[in-house]
């Protein structure tokens, strides 16, 4: 369980910044060990998420028309909320090669401040040189991974040596009532240990 949050001073006044919050299970030895289940739930929000425009078309320099002090603090800045829950799996084959499967699902919610870079081109009011801004509603997201890893730490919780290395292929779909798009991806992560002095 982890529950963390910053706060920050803004002008005299403390607000809470970010949070980040998440439980996560843990069941190693699932149907006589055959089977290892990882759900977990996590909830993120930051206030003061950077926004300063698409790729090539993004600038820091703050328009003629922005003079008020609290405007130009949360200009290129926006909320972000996610809930999310996800559901790993592992299936061992081997006594270190696993299988791996998850679901990810996580709803995304787009706060601009009044007034900011992003609420004006959410609106269309940013200027010629920034491209039509797609995808900024609230969205839900739902990703599928599949992977094998490979697993010869002589412990997993005090590790002095061996590998965790891990290939995974992930895939999803984002929706809203608006749009529908796809995305996909390929990780690997790549670890090591080795004793130093003793063990």
Do not use: C
């Amino acid at each position: 369980l982890v529950l963390s949050i910053s706060v920050m001073e803004h002008e005299g006044a403390y607000e809470v910044a970010q949070h980040y919050h998440q439980f996560r299970w843990d069941f190693p030895t699932l149907l006589n060990g055959r089977l290892r289940l990882q759900p977990q739930i996590l909830f993120t929000r930051t206030v003061n998420q950077g926004w300063f425009g698409v790729g090539n078309a993004s600038a820091a320099a703050l328009p003629a028309d922005v003079t008020d002090p609290e405007e130009i603090h949360r200009f290129y800045q926006f909320t972000y909320t996610a809930p999310e829950a996800r559901l790993n799996a592992r299936l061992p084959v081997t006594e270190s090669l696993s299988l791996m499967v998850g679901v990810h699902g996580r709803y995304v919610l787009i706060e601009p401040w009044p007034g900011s870079l992003l609420e004006r081109q959410m609106q269309g009011v940013a200027g010629d040189r920034d491209p039509p801004l797609v995808g900024a509603d609230d969205h839900g997201l739902m990703l599928v991974a599949a992977g094998v890893l490979w697993d010869t730490r002589d412990d997993e919780t005090v590790t002095t040596s061996g590998m965790f290395d891990e290939l995974s292929v992930r895939g999803g779909v984002g929706f809203t009532d608006e749009f529908l798009f796809a995305f996909g991806g390929v990780s690997a992560n790549l670890r090591a240990y080795v004793p130093i002095a003793g063990k």
